[in-house]
T-cell receptor
Framework: GQSLEQPSEVTAVEGAIVQINCTYQ??????LSWYQQHDGGAPTFLSY????GLEETGRFSSFLSRSDSYGYLLLQELQMKDSASYFC????????????FGTGTKLQVIP | GAVVSQHPSRVICKSGTSVKIECRSL??????MFWYRQFPKQSLMLMAT?????????EQGVEKDKFLINHASLTLSTLTVTSAHPEDSSFYIC????????????FGPGTRLTVL
């Protein structure tokens, strides 16, 4: 099976930088994605790494190292609205390309 | 981006009744849709993969006779929770996959089911 582990909670100060880690045990996946979910809402896509290295999308960056089975999401210039849950997810190889989500990290941004 | 809708957004029902949830891709065709369940403060758990024109594929531990999935067309999949019980109360989210590109899975807004 697959497993993706994340810290359960992270607290950071407005304007700061925070890194959310994701370690995984899975085989055969196309890439690592990151999603944001506010309470009561649906997940929204943030970033995707098909290859090793860093992908930057505005204030958000994501990193993948397949050799280390590790990835992270970096959020810069934190804003209060960034308080949400963040999930890493892998898109599995195979016909349906199912997406399996990590355990999730609840980020609280404080003034 | 592509838009996926779900209906209803919230439903409260009595124990023993059945509830149908619709998932629609509004501006694209989706041969494959996915159904997830999310309990409070937990991650999304994939329940089943819905395929247009064929039977759904269920994840291990998910009862196919309790969670009936019908992918009637390229834009509509339905999930019916049969004989619902309080433990089925959860947030049910569908997603639809377009073809190509990294961000090819779009999520519906979710349906909050409460079984009394």
């Amino acid at each position: 099976g697959q497993s993706l582990e994340q810290p359960s909670e992270v607290t950071a100060v407005e304007g700061a930088i925070v890194q959310i880690n994701c370690t995984y045990q899975t085989s055969g996946f196309y890439g690592l994605s990151w999603y944001q979910q506010h309470d009561g809402g649906a997940p929204t896509f943030l970033s995707y790494n098909a290859l090793d290295g860093l992908e930057e999308t505005g204030r958000f960056s994501s990193f993948l190292s397949r050799s280390d089975s590790y990835g992270y999401l970096l959020l810069q210039e934190l804003q209060m609205k960034d308080s949400a849950s963040y999930f890493c997810a892998v898109r599995l190889s195979g016909g349906y390309q199912k997406v399996t989500f990590g355990t999730g990290t609840k980020l609280q941004v404080i003034p | 981006g592509a838009v996926v809708s779900q209906h209803p957004s919230r439903v409260i029902c009595k124990s023993g009744t059945s509830v149908k949830i619709e998932c629609r891709s509004l501006d694209f065709q989706a041969t494959t849709m996915f159904w997830y369940r999310q309990f409070p403060k937990q991650s999304l758990m994939l329940m089943a993969t819905s395929n247009e024109g064929s039977k759904a594929t269920y994840e291990q531990g998910v009862e196919k006779d309790k969670f009936l999935i019908n992918h009637a067309s390229l834009t509509l999949s339905t999930l019916t929770v049969t004989s619902a019980h309080p433990e089925d109360s959860s947030f049910y989210i569908c997603s639809a996959r377009t073809s190509g590109g990294p961000n090819e899975q779009f999520f519906g807004p979710g349906t909050r089911l409460t079984v009394l």
